[in-house]
């Protein structure tokens, strides 16, 4: 059964490798959805040619310039879809890592009680298990939190609408570290990695 | 060109290493330009936040601080002097900007490759002046690589270095406009900061070159981005004291602050074109040449 833990150990290792994978990618998201939040919350002002003051003077920058701003918050737009898709894979990587242990578990049979028997203060199989399970559903949550956030951009978004998903974007409720650091912790089992 | 065929076939790979080099010395430029002009937008917030607060300093609800002596008077000094600091930022940044151009300009107009001397000995040397009468330093408009010849190499720098020429006459309105926040009664001085040098000396290197901006001007609804591509300097100069009297709203800093970071003249897409062009040009179809700068550029 040892071995077993061990092979779990390499999976936490791969697992980590994707969260901080994720971590990268959730700073470039906050990056971009300011940008484009930023954008949305100019236009209005933009739109309005009073506003121009000596560029009243000349008369197409009043068109060009939002025009020239909606382009880049498409841009933008785009390359948060793509970060999101990025953070999709890795959901799906973690999904994996769990299946795979789960057909490991399988494969290799084990008992009940050695399936959750502690070896001293190495973690039993079930908990090995269990811990991956919970990182998947984590980021499987909050990545569908994401995609439902992003939905709600538009051109019609409020200002403090936006302030208020890009609070929740930053937050991301459904990884709360603490936990995640339990779960690393436990498979750790004091050792360092 | 009178030195017959040998002349032609020795002055194309001469004429290859001047336009590559001129085009990454372009790129080069364009990325100065952009270094300056990032610096330019941050020092331009900065004084933007500073004079806001400034100007709502008297209304300013200060809390316990209201009991120290003099605080108000103390805030605004400083404030001042930041904005101060802050617009000399913004001038440098601009004559950056200006500097970056008149290089591009430069290296815009360096593409031909003339023939020294009488091109009969056995020795052929090239150069940058022209020397021989008749020669135009094109290779009497042979491609220069597989197809294009050396004018259009020309034309499509000059489209490059027009965005930029018309973005620059953007900021420099604006960065008017953001002088006379900090002194606003000296507003026409502005010229006597030493950037009218630069913008003279820019002027009269575009005049000596009028006949190629003619090209361009003659197909402004394909390129333009704004009225600024036909704008002459003198209009642009003759706009800033047009300025409406007054403070200037915050949400005209707004646009100001955008229109800066924007930079609508610069189409990026356009750009992005032009340089495939060039580089499918100078390095797809001449695979044994000895200077290739193909990635670099």
Partial sequence: ?193 | MSGGRSVHRLWRPAAQRQVRNAWAMLHAHRSAWTTSSVALVSSATALVNASLSLRYLQSMDLGVLEEMDGIRNKVQVKLQRQQEGFLEQLLASYSGLVTALNLMLQTSKSMRTYIKGSGDGPIIEFSNEPSVAGDNGDGAGVPVFATLPLCAFEMLADEVVAMYEAELKVKWLLVSELYSIVYPEAKVNLSQEGLENFCKSEMEFRDTTEEKTSLLTGLPNLVAKSDFWNMSWSQVIELTKKRPNGELHRDTLQVYLTTLLAEVNIDKNRIEDITVMVNDETNGVVPSSPTRISKAI
Wanted: net charge negative; charged share 25%.
């Fill in chain 1, 1 to 193: 059964m040892e071995r077993l833990v061990k092979k779990f150990e390499q999976r936490y290792r791969r697992a980590r490798c994707h969260l901080a994978t994720w971590s990268d990618l959730q700073s470039r998201l906050l990056k971009q959805f300011s940008n484009a939040a930023s954008i949305l919350d100019r236009l209005p002002v933009l739109g309005e040619v009073e506003n121009y003051g000596i560029l009243k003077e000349v008369k197409s920058m009043a068109q060009v310039l939002p025009a020239s701003q909606i382009e880049s918050f498409e841009k933008i737009l785009s390359s948060i879809h793509s970060t999101l898709g990025e953070m999709e894979i890795i959901s799906k990587s973690l999904e994996k890592l769990w299946s795979d242990g789960t057909q490991l578990l399988k494969s290799e049979k084990p008992t009940r009680q050695q399936a959750q028997q502690w070896l001293g203060a190495q973690p039993s199989l079930n908990v090995c298990i269990d811990g991956l399970h919970s990182l998947y559903t984590m980021h499987h949550d909050e990545y569908l939190l994401k995609v439902a956030i992003v939905k709600a951009l538009s051109y019609n978004s409020r200002s403090e609408d936006m302030a208020a998903l890009q609070s929740v974007l930053s937050d991301q409720p459904n990884i709360p570290p603490d936990e995640v650091q339990h779960i690393f912790d436990v498979i750790a089992a004091g050792d360092v990695w």
